[in-house]
Each structure stands twice: as structure tokens, then as C-alpha cells.
T-cell receptor, first 113, second 109 residues
Framework: DGGITQSPKYLFRKEGQNVTLSCEQN?????MYWYRQDPGQGLRLIYY???????QKGDIAEGYSVSREKKESFPLTVTSAQKNPTAFYLC????????????FGSGTRLTVV | GQQLNQSPQSMFIQEGEDVSMNCTSS?????WLWYKQDPGEGPVLLIA?????ELTSNGRLTAQFGITRKDSFLNISASIPSDVGIYFC?????????FGTGTSLTVIP
């Protein structure tokens, strides 16, 4: 079955450390997205990529970095520069620039300890 | 980013009751989507709307694309316990979707 896989499901990080969240899709979707979700808030766009080797900043890109070396993969690195990284992170993908909506992964909950 | 106002923020209803929630914006959108998110999971697409005035059903769910293209509503009829979750609206403008803040639904058996 095609889908989008995020790993790990839960991640703990010490302050000052970088951490990378994985996102893989086998839907042959061109576009991929990273969102951050905090309690009581909507989904906020961190980065998105519409094609391999190209990506754009979303509304809250500071303290995050991404790469898109393969169509299937769009990893997100949470750097030590991100002041409040504890959150639920969602990866999504879409075809045709999202005209048919996004398919979401099951999320990674990152906790900074 | 674009601001989508979703209301109500939370709802507590008895099983069997109907539910209505809506999403409004000051901006025009070309597509409206409604998603449901179970706790600790990613959102799942429920209904997609592509034309102003469009009314679409998916089982007990009905959604409409507002005629002004600045709003949308979602109705759930005869709620059941598994309807519990957070419901998000999303509006498309250009290459991006913008998400509402969510409506948290609790169904009391």
C-alpha cells in the first residue's frame, strides 16, 4: 500500500542538540511539506518542496533545515537554534501542487529534555 | 500566513446529536478541504470542495464551499463515539493550503 511514513514516532532530545526527523513517501508525489502542530493551534508550515533539489521556507522556518535529494524523502532537521522545539511534527505530500489535498504521515512527537 | 478562523474551538455533544462547524477567512480560496485528526495521528482527508456553492456529502458528513469563496462549513449527522477528534479546515491559495486552528469534538455516549 502506498503511503507516507514518519519516523520515529517519539523523539527525545537534549537542549543544544540537532535532531533529524525522517519522512518517506511511496506515492510518487512531487511535493512534500513539513508542518508543526502545537496544542490549540493550527498547522504551521515550516518548509515545503515541490521538486527534487528545491525547497522553500514556510511561515516558521527559523531554526529548521531540510533537504530534498530524492523524490521520496524530505528529512527535517531541528537545530539548536530553534528556541522552542517541543511539538508534534507532521509531514505531508501531494500531487499536482496539492490540488487534491495533502496526504499526511502519522507524525513525530519531539520533546526537548 | 493566511488566517482561517474556525469555530467553535471545542464541542461536547451527546451521541446521536448533529454537529456543525465552520471556517471563515478574509481571503478567497480556490479549494476547501476538511480533515479529521485522531489523537497522536496525522490528519485524514474527509471531504474536498472545488467550486463555490458546492455541497458534498461523505456518509454522515456534509460540507459546503461558501458562495463568497471565503468560508466553508462541515456538518456531521447522528454523531457516534468514533467521531471524536480534531477537525481542521484548509483553504488553498496558489500552491499552498492554509489550515484552521481546529475544532475539538467530544462525543458523550
Amino acid at each position: 500500500d502506498g503511503g507516507i511514513t514518519q519516523s520515529p514516532k517519539y523523539l527525545f532530545r537534549k537542549e543544544g542538540q540537532n535532531v533529524t526527523l525522517s519522512c518517506e513517501q511511496n506515492l510518487n508525489h512531487d511535493a512534500m511539506y513539513w508542518y508543526r502542530q502545537d496544542p490549540g493551534q493550527g498547522l504551521r508550515l515550516i518548509y515545503y518542496s515541490q521538486i527534487v533539489n528545491d525547497f522553500q521556507k514556510g511561515d516558521i522556518a527559523e531554526g529548521y533545515s531540510v533537504s530534498r535529494e530524492k523524490k521520496e524523502s524530505f528529512p527535517l532537521t531541528v537545530t539548536s537554534a530553534q528556541k522552542n522545539p517541543t511539538a508534534f511534527y507532521l509531514c505531508a505530500s501531494s500531487r499536482d501542487r496539492g490540488n487534491y489535498g495533502y496526504t499526511f504521515g502519522s507524525g513525530t512527537r519531539l520533546t526537548v529534555v | 500566513g493566511q488566517q482561517l478562523n474556525q469555530s467553535p474551538q471545542s464541542m461536547f455533544i451527546q451521541e446521536g446529536e448533529d454537529v456543525s462547524m465552520n471556517c471563515t477567512s478574509s481571503s478567497i480560496f480556490n479549494t476547501w478541504l476538511w480533515y479529521k485528526q485522531d489523537p497522536g495521528e496525522g490528519p485524514v482527508l474527509l471531504i474536498a470542495l472545488y467550486k463555490a456553492g458546492e455541497l458534498t456529502s461523505n456518509g454522515r458528513l456534509t460540507a459546503q464551499f461558501g458562495i463568497t469563496r471565503k468560508d466553508s462549513f462541515l456538518n456531521i449527522s447522528a454523531s457516534i463515539p468514533s467521531d471524536v477528534g480534531i477537525y481542521f479546515c484548509a483553504g488553498q491559495r496558489g500552491n499552498q493550503f492554509y489550515f484552521g486552528t481546529g475544532t475539538s469534538l467530544t462525543v458523550i455516549p
